[in-house]
Nanobody, 123 residues
């Protein structure tokens, strides 16, 4: 499966932005899509994930209540709506996929990765 993330850019604190991740190629009947981010000099961290079938969602505490993950089955696309942005949300955002239905937040559990899209939030 190939993943392509897009939609990043520059936003002001308190603003909003939506990221998209389109999946193509071979897909699986049961899989989980996730979003991770990495700030300069820091490790990649979990942001949110969604089980493709059923739509169960999972969020990191740092984004809960501000970010919303969703998916469009027909378009094989997952979205990350980001509201009330903060400067600490700045980083490269990656979408990832893993087979199965267990929703987890560890990067090592995801086998497929997109190329990343940069988000910069100014104060």
């Amino acid at each position: 499966v190939q993943l392509r993330a897009f939609g990043g850019g520059l936003a002001q604190a308190g603003g909003y932005l939506r990221l998209s991740c389109a999946a193509s190629g071979r897909t699986f009947p049961r899989y989980v899509m996730g979003w991770f981010r990495q700030a300069p000099g820091q490790e990649r961290e979990f942001v949110s994930a969604i089980r493709w079938s059923g739509g169960y969602t999972y969020y990191a505490d740092s984004v809960k209540g501000r970010f919303t993950i969703s998916r469009d089955n027909a378009k094989n696309t997952v979205y990350l709506q980001m509201n009330s942005l903060k400067p600490e949300d700045t980083g490269v955002y990656y979408c990832a996929a893993r087979r199965g239905e267990v929703v987890v937040g560890t990067p090592e559990s995801y086998a497929y990765w997109g190329q990343g899209t940069q988000l910069t939030v100014s104060s």
